[in-house]
């Protein structure tokens, strides 16, 4: 089910917070999370019942293991530990990298592939890496020793099952054993909805547009047409903002959502795209992702404590390691590799630049990161290798630079920025009044993500004005529009 | 209590300035406001032609793909050509032409495939409805769901047209018997 969808909205939010209430005044907090459960997997089963199957038996299985993991000791404790991490790798292996295998091998060895007819179970990335989390704290004796109800509560809770943010048992059951959590409290609830609408104007209103834009650029190029400079850069911004709007809107629905629960989900997005540098970036963008990443991945293979060169191998291999993680395709792998590939020079520059500071160098900076977040965008979005080769030839005018005549007659000076064509096919669907409304809501959407303060850092006052600016618009697409977009990050 | 209030207030104020800037400034959005100018003048011109006239009704591609002088020239009647935008959904359209129709006159329909799947959420808050809140809001309130009687009249001079003696009733184009 859709955060966006009039199901969601209408019958099925409203029946949950209801039931949740109801429930914790009847029966206390165990009730309350029970009924939460019961909402989260029908909400989790609502488009595929039997992937539901899948998510109860984690849940039951890996519940038990850190039962296993806490009393065991010693060698016994490591081997169950590992034991069940890998049958969780096992498992996401299987649903998410066996025909991604099937496919690398048979090309390798000149086969045809023959691929599985496997369904990818929706949000298993998301469900599967917490439980793991969750395990190796088990096996540092961090658990918190939660009960059936907490445990379930805390991995299936709907408003972040899908797709995070991605946070730690640590964070939440604390929460849910606190008899706060379980009282209406009108203040929290309104904070709540104000930052899910926020999310959900993110999203319908700003994601799905700049969306239309960069499937426009993006599939043109994956039925083979070359695209010009600005057609190239106009679905490059288009997909970088697309994907910043869509995914930090998700985030901040999941967060009010929570809030309107009584629980209080971390924080997933600071202004990525206001980031003076890589490393910056990554304290930035999808935090929760990098948090794991680093106290799971990072530190463990040795982190920055085995000198410099491992340090940078371990950037690497994390980075490549949390590319995959975000889909099966070489595509995620470049791009992986890519940022840890400037996370690596961003080290190295700090290394022998340390005492280089300054207005400039501050502004310098943060022009080079956006740059190079967006150029790494372009695998992350593309069909295939082969795509992203031909956009970023776009990028760099590989395929010439053209602008519409029409606007070329009304403002000539633009003549020196591309030669006249009649239409751009891979930019607005080729129409010329398309083209400049793409340019100028691009323009708009740069503006809000440079210079805007988030939603975290408005104030009470500024975010109503913001839902004074954009509720209407948001019921506009929702019941309107007659077409309800999913999530990219669903697909992760 | 009083921060759902003042949420409630916010929500109030958007949907004010929404229904507001709709109606009086800014014709949701500005770009209607030529696509109203042109239906109008293509609707003058269809009021001022004697009949037996040819009819073009459809999108944008029956707009700048289809030539009335060169139709009027060989099919020796005046011509009007009705196409828009595919936006326009057919009720619309319908609603426009029918009382400029008369027997004997010949509607060609080659309508874009996208003006048959519009769907009713669509139709009632698209540019349908964005040129009928102004224009004529009287037609945009007795709108009903595409089964209902509006888009039945359209369905039924749709279905008339369509199975019309006329030769050319096979690639969209028919008589108008019952106008």
Request: hydrophobic share 50%; net charge positive; with cysteine.
């Amino acid at each position: 089910m859709l955060f966006n969808s009039v199901a969601f909205l209408i019958y099925f939010l409203p029946a949950a917070l209801a039931l949740f209430y109801l429930a914790a005044r009847l029966g206390g907090g165990e009730a309350a999370r029970w009924t939460l459960i019961a909402a989260s997997f029908f909400f989790y089963a609502y488009t595929l019942p039997w992937h539901l199957l899948l998510l109860v038996g984690s849940l039951l299985i890996n519940f038990q293991a850190g039962r296993w993991i806490e009393a065991a000791d010693g060698d016994r404790r490591w081997w169950l530990a590992a034991g069940f991490v890998a049958l969780n790798l096992g498992l996401i292996a299987w649903f998410k990298y066996l025909n991604f295998l099937i496919g690398t091998v048979s090309v390798a060895l000149g086969f045809d592939p023959h691929f599985l007819a496997i369904a990818l179970p929706l949000a298993i990335s998301f469900f599967t890496f917490q439980q793991i989390a969750y395990l190796v704290n088990a096996y540092r004796g961090q658990s918190l020793q939660p009960t059936i109800s907490e445990y379930m509560s805390f991995v299936a809770f709907f408003p972040h099952l899908i797709a995070g943010p991605l946070v730690q048992h640590s964070d939440i059951i604390p929460q849910f054993r606190d008899p706060r959590t379980y009282r209406f409290d009108a203040d929290r609830f309104t904070a709540g909805l104000t930052v899910f609408l926020l999310g959900l104007a993110k999203k319908v209103v700003l994601a799905d547009q700049f969306g239309v834009y960069a499937d426009v650029t993006f599939n043109g190029v994956a039925r083979a047409v070359d695209p010009t400079l600005w057609e190239a850069w106009g679905g490059i911004l288009a997909y970088t903002l697309q994907l910043y709007f869509d995914f930090s809107g998700y985030s901040d629905m999941a967060i009010g959502l929570g809030l309107m629960f009584g629980i209080v989900m971390p924080v997933n997005f600071n202004s990525p795209y206001k980031a003076t540098s890589i490393i910056d970036f990554w304290n930035r963008w999808h935090m929760t992702l990098s948090r794991f990443l680093r106290d799971f991945l990072y530190i463990p293979l040795g982190g920055s404590r085995k000198g410099p060169l491992r340090r940078y191998v371990n950037l690497i291999i994390t980075m490549l390691l949390g590319g995959l993680w975000h889909g099966a395709a070489w595509t995620f792998v470049l791009w992986g590799g890519l940022h840890g590939a400037y996370l690596c020079v961003n080290h190295g520059f700090r290394a022998v630049a340390k005492g280089v500071r300054g207005r400039a160098v501050t502004v310098a900076g943060w022009a080079l990161t956006f740059l190079a977040v967006a150029l790494a965008w372009i695998p992350f979005r593309a069909h295939d290798l082969s795509a992203t080769g031909r956009i970023l030839g776009g990028a760099f005018a590989a395929h010439g630079a053209a602008l519409p005549t029409e606007l070329l007659d009304k403002l000539p000076f633009l003549r020196l920025f591309g030669a006249p064509l009649g239409k751009l096919p891979l930019a607005a669907d080729g129409t010329n009044l398309g083209f400049l409304s793409m340019w100028l809501l691009l323009a708009f959407g740069l503006a809000l993500v440079w210079f805007a303060p988030n939603i975290k850092q408005m104030s009470e006052k500024t975010r109503r004005w913001m839902i004074a600016a954009s509720f209407a618009l948001v019921i506009q697409k929702v019941f309107f529009s007659g077409t309800i977009s999913s999530f990219l990050y669903f697909r992760f | 209590m009083r921060s759902l209030l003042s949420l409630i207030g916010a929500i109030a104020l958007s949907l004010a300035a929404y229904f507001a800037a709709s109606a009086l400034l800014l014709n949701k959005p500005v770009t209607y406001d030529s696509i109203t100018r042109m239906m109008d003048r293509k609707i003058a011109y269809a009021n001022s032609l004697p009949s037996p006239k040819l009819v073009l009704i459809g999108g944008s591609g029956v707009r700048t793909s289809h030539r009335c002088d060169i139709f009027s020239a060989d099919l020796h009647m005046p011509c009007i050509n009705g196409g828009a935008t595919v936006g326009l959904g057919l009720n619309y359209l319908f609603a426009e032409y029918r009382p400029f129709l008369k027997a004997g006159d010949t509607v060609y329909l080659p309508l874009e495939y996208q003006q048959y799947l519009i769907t009713r959420p669509a139709m009632l808050t698209g540019p349908d409805a964005a040129i009928l809140f102004r224009k004529d809001w009287r037609q945009l309130a007795r709108s009903r769901s595409p089964a209902g009687p509006r888009q039945a009249r359209a369905n039924s001079a749709t279905r008339a047209a369509l199975s019309s003696r006329s030769p050319a009733s096979s690639t969209g184009a028919g008589r108008a018997a019952s106008a």
